[in-house]
């Protein structure tokens, strides 16, 4: 009799150890599914965010020069999306949203739907990279930089000002330069 209990004790055993195998592939169907779902999420909202950035870009162009030639700029020249590629260079070594350009200065501009202080300290970087850049080619124009956004905290402009960045942001239809009556942008 003993043993029979043992039989049945464990057969249940090995009944109850199926189950469990069974349900831990479908808990592991059920999370790889999860997992599937959560990058297809990330690859949408990842696009959308690219898109909402491309349309801030499209909002600050057509009025970009205007701006900056009512204080005195007068640009020649705008480019975006540039790509710098240095000879020899099998990637991009900079990618510049918006270029502003003329005999004397040349304005390079990030677009950002709502920059924060790392956009900035990138834009640092990025305007650095330029001036050596030029440099290299014995261009002597003044480089300056600018931040332009949808949205834009008191912090981040106080913080992009601080750097030496002119701060444009979105005013109704237009777009507006947002910086103090003594602000001196930092050349490089």
Known sequence: METANHSETFEEFRASMRDLREEMKETDRQMK????RLKETDRIVS???????????????????NKFNERGYHFT????DLVIKRPGSACADAEVDILLENDDVVI???VKSKPDSKDVNEHVNRIE???KDADRRNDSRK???????????DSVRNYV?????YTIEQSGETLRITVPDDFIPRNW
């Open 77 to 80: 020249r705008i480019s975006n």
């Open 161 to 165: 000002q601080k750097t030496g960045f």
């Open 108 to 110: 390079a501009v990030e």
């Open 129 to 131: 990279f330029l001036r």
């Open 33 to 36: 599914e999860t997992d599937r």
């Open 47 to 65: 696009k959308l965010g690219n898109r909402f950035g491309e349309l801030v870009e499209h909002m600050v162009i057509p009025d970009i020069i």
């Open 143 to 153: 480089y300056q930089g600018a931040i332009a956004a949808a949205i834009m905290v």
